[in-house]
C-alpha cells in the first residue's frame, strides 16, 4: 500500500511540475490578444448596413437571449427562471420600446419560462411560439 502511495505522490508532483512548465512557457509566447469590439442597439441602427444582433443576457442560473434582426424585428429566446430577466432586457432594449416580435420557449423547464409571466406583463408579445412539450410531474 506505501509503494501505492509513493508512486500516486510521485506522479501528481511530475504532473503539477508540468503544469507549471508549460503555464510559464505559454505565458513567454503569448502574444497581444486584440480587445473585442461591442457596440450598442443604437449604433448598430445608426449604421448603414444593418446587422444581426445576438446578447446573450446574464440572468444568473437559467437562459435567456435577445435577437434583434437587421428588419428591426427583435427576438426573446427563453425567459429565464424569474423577473430578473427584466433588468437584464432593460439594459439591452430601447428603454422606450414595450414591444417584443417573438417570444420562444424552447422547453417547460422552469429555468427557460419561469419568467415569461413577468415579460408579458411588462411588453406587448406579438407572437409566442413554444416546441408543445409538457412537463409531467411525478
Request: glycine fraction near 6%; include cysteine.
Amino acid at each position: 500500500m506505501r509503494k501505492v502511495f509513493i508512486v500516486i505522490s510521485a506522479l501528481l508532483a511530475f504532473d503539477l511540475i508540468a503544469l507549471i512548465w508549460i503555464k510559464s512557457k505559454d505565458e513567454q509566447l503569448q502574444l497581444p490578444q486584440p480587445r473585442p469590439q461591442f457596440s450598442s442597439v443604437s449604433q448598430n441602427f445608426q449604421s448603414d448596413s444593418p446587422k444581426l444582433l445576438i446578447n446573450f443576457l446574464d440572468i444568473g442560473q437559467g437562459d435567456a437571449s435577445y435577437i434583434i434582426f437587421p428588419t428591426g424585428e427583435d427576438m426573446l429566446v427563453d425567459c429565464a427562471k424569474d423577473a430578473r430577466v427584466l433588468a437584464a432586457l432593460g439594459r439591452t432594449m430601447d428603454w422606450l420600446d414595450r414591444e417584443i416580435d417573438y417570444l420562444i420557449v424552447t422547453h417547460p423547464d422552469m429555468d427557460h419560462y419561469g419568467g415569461c409571466i413577468d415579460v408579458m406583463k411588462r411588453y406587448r408579445i406579438k407572437h409566442i411560439i413554444t416546441n408543445g412539450g409538457r412537463k409531467e410531474y411525478d
